[in-house]
């Protein structure tokens, strides 16, 4: 079973920043590639930003240039950078782990934090 928790989502206004957190198992972090989804109320599950391979990086249109995706080996541990933060970024955020990068497989999935930017 990978265990995935995940922390910083809170309120901003438009034009500010957060950046989320995500720990994985520790057992787990080499096997498996990393990314991050969200979803808005009313409205599909999305994907951010996630490792498409051990270093190649995917954005979403919506946020690249805004968004950096990173992770530490040492701390086990995703992020997720998010600056010039929109109210359309308003959702929940959700860390995912795909075992050997195969996204479109089964996943694990983290409880999901509430991002919400007021204009």
């Known amino acids: 079973q990978v265990q995935l928790v995940e922390s910083g989502g809170g309120s901003v206004q438009a034009g500010g920043s957060l950046r989320l957190s995500c720990v994985i198992s520790k057992y787990a972090y080499s096997t498996y590639c990393m990314g991050w989804f969200r979803q808005a109320p009313g409205k599909e599950r999305e994907g951010v930003a996630r490792?498409?391979?051990?270093?190649?990086?995917y954005y979403a249109d919506s946020v690249k240039g805004r968004f950096t995706i990173s992770r530490d080996s040492a701390k086990n541990t995703l992020y997720l950078q998010m600056n010039s933060l929109k109210p359309e970024d308003t959702a929940i955020y959700y860390c995912?782990?795909?075992?050997?990068?195969?996204?479109?497989?089964?996943?694990?999935w983290g409880q999901g934090t509430q991002v919400t930017v007021s204009s």
């Open positions: 995912a782990a795909a075992r050997l990068c195969a996204w479109s497989s089964d996943k694990y």
């Open positions: 490792f498409v391979t051990g270093v190649s990086q």
